[in-house]
């Protein structure tokens, strides 16, 4: 019987184990890819039913949110010319998890063409579905930094 009761709890851990989410940065480092690479499918895939993109900035003085369309930023992205080429680099991440919930607040460095265009951060907020962390909520800034 005990050997029993030790298998049926091997047979849980493991299956509750098989279920946990891997990092959300992983689906961060994805995101990136599929965006270099002009892979709308991909990109697509990343973000959930009901995701929300903005961007925040400074106009005239003062700070203004932006809402973004999703699709159009995809349909961008995959329909861009080769050059020039967009290159995006990702700063040092702070991931914070709880469960199926994270957020990841990255900074960047943007280049068209291998020359500096700007810098900023995103901010992702992932929520983990059971089989892949989707995006619900991205927003970026575009800040005026020195060239490196």
């Not at 003062?62 to 680099?89: C, G, H, M, Y």
Request: overall charge negative.
């Amino acid at each position: 019987m005990r050997i029993l009761i030790l298998i049926l709890c091997g047979i849980l851990f493991s299956s509750v184990e098989a279920q946990e989410p891997s990092a959300p940065f992983g689906a961060i480092e994805d995101f990136f890819k599929a965006f270099h690479n002009k892979e709308a499918k991909v990109l697509s895939t990343a973000f959930s039913e009901s995701a929300v993109m903005q961007r925040a900035v400074h106009q005239e003085g003062e700070s203004v949110l932006i809402q973004q369309d999703i699709s159009n930023f995809i349909k961008r992205v995959a329909s861009r010319p080769d050059t020039p080429v967009w290159e995006e680099v990702l700063g040092t991440p702070v991931v914070q998890q709880s469960a199926n919930l994270a957020t990841v607040w990255v900074p960047f460095r943007f280049y068209l063409d291998g020359k500096f265009s700007h810098c900023g951060v995103n901010q992702f907020t992932l929520f983990w579905n059971g089989n892949q962390w989707k995006i619900i909520h991205l927003i970026d800034t575009s800040e005026t930094c020195e060239a490196d």
